[in-house]
């Protein structure tokens, strides 16, 4: 009896591990939330108990020896298709790889506190939120994110100075596309990737864009 309430004391501070890190995705409008990163640390921690306590009873009355690690060892494969799930594979770009990194070291803070490391598990989780918080705060004016513009013009030749005036801002072109809005309209539509650190919000690209009047955005993301 005393070993079930050990079991049962394992698994809610997994869940809980892992809620902490599924609230830092939350507050960050993430695929994966506090549910989803719950419900993977309290599975693994769950999947490793049963593995190593599971078959005890079996494995004594009939002499066959159980490998105890078999049936953890699979949540480090099994967890990549929630991982896989989280990753959004856009037209120029991939979102959600932090994420799926997240769910997968989830994974591995329920399978720690499942072994009964509570150490290892609550000092992964600290080192997890660290990594998270600390990083964006202290990378957040040096790193780079892609962009995609789309804007209208029927002045063709006012495209080379937008791309040249995007360079000159230290943004690096991924592609462009030009084509005409309908057969009869004199206006283009031009859908601009592009990848830097120096656009921080919609006002700062429309004040840009004013050094061309014949041009109108009509989709920043």
């Known amino acids: 009896m005393d070993f079930q309430w050990e079991w049962i004391l394992r698994l809610c501070v997994a869940g809980l591990l892992g809620a902490f890190i599924g609230m830092e995705r939350e507050y960050r409008a993430k695929e994966a939330g506090y549910r989803t990163h719950f419900l993977i640390s309290l599975g693994s921690a769950l999947f490793t108990l049963v593995s190593i306590y599971g078959f005890e009873a079996y494995a004594a009355k009939t002499g066959v020896q159980i490998d105890p690690s078999r049936l953890a060892a699979q ?37 720690c506190v499942g072994c009964g490391m509570y150490a290892l598990g609550i000092a992964a989780t600290i080192l997890v939120l660290l990594g998270l918080e600390v990083f964006q705060k202290a990378f957040k004016n040096s790193e780079t994110r892609p962009y995609v513009i789309v804007f209208s013009t029927s002045h063709v030749d006012q495209v080379p100075d937008v791309i040249s005036r995007f360079e000159k801002m230290k943004f690096k072109i991924i592609s462009y596309e030009l084509s005409r809005q309908n057969e009869n309209s004199p206006r283009y539509s031009v859908s601009l990737v592009l990848n830097g650190r120096n656009l921080t919000d919609e006002n700062q690209l429309l004040s840009f864009l004013k050094e061309f009047p014949d041009i109108t955005l009509e989709k920043l993301a």
């Open 75 to 111: 949540i480090v494969t099994g967890i990549g298709f929630l991982g896989a799930g989280s990753i959004v594979i856009q037209k120029y770009f991939v979102r959600g790889l932090t994420t799926a990194a997240g769910i997968w070291a989830t994974a591995g803070i329920g399978l």
